[in-house]
């Protein structure tokens, strides 16, 4: 009789956890739903402020702040170039050609020559580890582009970790520029980003959006703004590049973690 009240008991006792169980993970669903239905009405009111918008990813990525210096080690870029001058300053490799750069010749059309040097300047910033950056290149001056130093999958957008080219009006490589992110540290654990789509409409509450815009897609990127006893401290925002009605083009940054703007 004993066990049968026992057994009663605890077959009540798992049912009431089964039920207070349920009951948490909806409440603890309720404001993510909320929050995805506000950000959706947020959305369309900016369609409907006729801002242009690329596709979005509403996924969560996982990032850590991280902490790294500025090498000086820079010289292995150059070892398979030829006819330039080069010297490192401020952690800044230099790099210039004698002459209009070899890079592409053999081709006579222009865009068939504008194609080659994009190749080349491609494979010198590939050897050298790092990957073209289409949000860069298209906020900069004319015939320049830029190549980002990757950091945990994570395109670094930061001038401590980039190679910069200038290109002539022919589309030869003249010059370029090297800067290198080392001894890095991750200084916490991995944590969750807010989504891109929660970056754009940070971007629209801070004003930073206005009819007749156009935003590109957002890629998620690592930045710095703080030194601490001489290291740089980077964590991931979402960057985005809005072009005006006039034409003009800027860069916004939305701190991935919190949400705050960065936009210069």
């Given at each position: 009789m004993q066990f049968r009240r026992l057994k009663i008991l605890m077959m009540m006792l798992f049912i009431f956890l089964d039920v207070f169980l349920f009951f948490w993970w909806r409440s603890n669903q309720r404001p993510s739903i909320k929050v995805t239905d506000a950000n959706a009405n947020i959305i369309s009111e900016i369609k409907n402020q006729k801002i242009k918008v690329a596709n979005f990813s509403t996924s969560v990525t996982y990032a850590s702040y991280l902490a790294g210096k500025r090498s000086n080690s820079l010289m292995s870029t150059i070892d398979k170039l030829s006819n330039f001058n080069a010297n490192i300053?401020?952690?800044?490799?230099?790099?210039?050609?004698?002459?209009?750069?070899?890079?592409?010749r053999g081709n006579t059309s222009s865009g068939k020559k504008a194609a080659t040097?994009?190749?080349e300047a491609s494979k010198i910033a590939r050897n050298a580890g790092y990957r073209y950056n289409p949000i860069?290149?298209?906020?900069?001056?004319?015939?320049?582009?830029?190549?980002?130093?990757?950091?945990?999958?994570?395109p670094v957008i930061a001038k401590q970790g980039l190679m910069?080219?200038?290109?002539?009006?022919?589309?030869?490589?003249?010059?370029?520029?090297?800067?290198?992110?080392?001894?890095?540290?991750?200084?916490?654990?991995?944590?969750?980003t807010i989504t891109e789509e929660a970056a754009i409409v940070a971007l629209y509450k801070f004003n930073e959006l206005n009819s007749g815009d156009k935003l590109s897609k957002g890629v998620l990127s690592y930045d710095t703004s703080v030194k601490v006893n001489g290291y740089d401290i980077y964590l991931p925002v979402w960057v985005f590049v809005v072009t005006h009605a006039n034409g003009n083009t800027g860069l916004l940054k939305i701190n991935a973690f919190t949400g705050d703007n960065l936009s210069e």
């Open positions: 300053n401020n952690q800044t490799l230099y790099v210039t050609f004698n002459k209009t750069s070899q890079l592409g040097d994009d190749v860069l290149s298209k906020v900069n001056v004319k015939n320049r582009v830029t190549y980002s130093q990757y950091i945990d999958n994570l910069i080219f200038n290109k002539d009006k022919d589309h030869k490589v003249t010059d370029f520029t090297q800067t290198k992110i080392t001894k890095i540290t991750v200084l916490r654990d991995e944590r969750a």
